[in-house]
T-cell receptor, first 109, second 114 residues
Framework: DQQVKQNSPSLSVQEGRISILNCDYTNSMFDYFLWYKKYPAEGPTFLISISSIKDKNEDGRFTVFLNKSAKHLSLHIVPSQPGDSAVYFCAASELKLIFGQGTTLQVKP | KAGVTQTPRYLIKTRGQQVTLSCSPISGHRSVSWYQQTPGQGLQFLFEYFSETQRNKGNFPGRFSGRQFSNSRSEMNVSTLELGDSALYLC?????????????FGPGTRLTVL
């Protein structure tokens, strides 16, 4: 049973535009959510996180939104850059991290 | 500060063999978690160790085991390898165990089972 789902396996956007990556979860006990970025042949690197008591967190070009009633979070990247092309994983925390399947983002120049 | 290191980076084994993977966490980190990544499945949690004790375990068969040493280095072992065990195995370290503490990942060990 997949408790954290990323329903879009891939996303393609133009450089300078907004990238929106989505993540849904089923367990209302999750208290913390994180986004990781992964380049080929490297391990995931932490990008941004949000506590369940907040609905938005910003860090430069990256903003994460949390909608607890819909059990949905999203990552916005504005403006998107070619170097952002990678696989993005969302993760939820409940004693351990549970990851989604990942979304491959391609930013075209 | 050096990051998380994993050895070996690549490994090829045949069915029925066993394999041991190693992970050295960031200095000062006492928690080490292991994950299996396969295409379309994301990162599946294997187990977490903190202060040499297994704190949490995922839904993997008993062929997958691990341990942690007093210096926080960790090893995971897979016995009686199956073709489906081919995957990228990632370890991550953090200061504390369980919960939202940010985990820092190593580059992974790519295991291929023939």
């Amino acid at each position: 049973d997949q408790q954290v789902k990323q329903n879009s396996p891939s996303l393609s956007v133009q450089e300078g535009r907004i990238s929106i990556l989505n993540c849904d979860y089923t367990n209302s006990m999750f208290d913390y959510f994180l986004w990781y970025k992964k380049y080929p042949a490297e391990g995931p690197t932490f990008l941004i996180s949000i506590s369940s008591i907040k609905d938005k967190n910003e860090d430069g070009r990256f903003t994460v939104f949390l909608n607890k009633s819909a059990k949905h979070l999203s990552l916005h990247i504005v403006p998107s850059q070619p170097g952002d092309s990678a696989v993005y994983f969302c993760a939820a925390s409940e004693l351990k991290l549970i990851f989604g399947q990942g979304t491959t983002l391609q930013v075209k120049p | 500060k050096a990051g998380v290191t994993q050895t070996p980076r690549y490994l090829i084994k045949t069915r029925g063999q066993q394999v041991t993977l190693s992970c050295s966490p960031i200095s000062g980190h006492r928690s080490v978690s292991w994950y299996q990544q396969t295409p379309g499945q994301g990162l599946q949690f294997l187990f977490e160790y903190f202060s040499e004790t297994q704190r949490n375990k995922g839904n993997f068969p008993g062929r997958f085991s691990g341990r942690q040493f007093s210096n926080s280095r960790s090893e995971m072992n897979v016995s009686t390898l199956e073709l489906g065990d081919s995957a990228l195995y990632l370890c991550a370290s953090s200061l504390a165990a369980g919960g939202p503490d940010t985990q820092y990942f190593g580059p992974g060990t790519r295991l291929t089972v023939l």
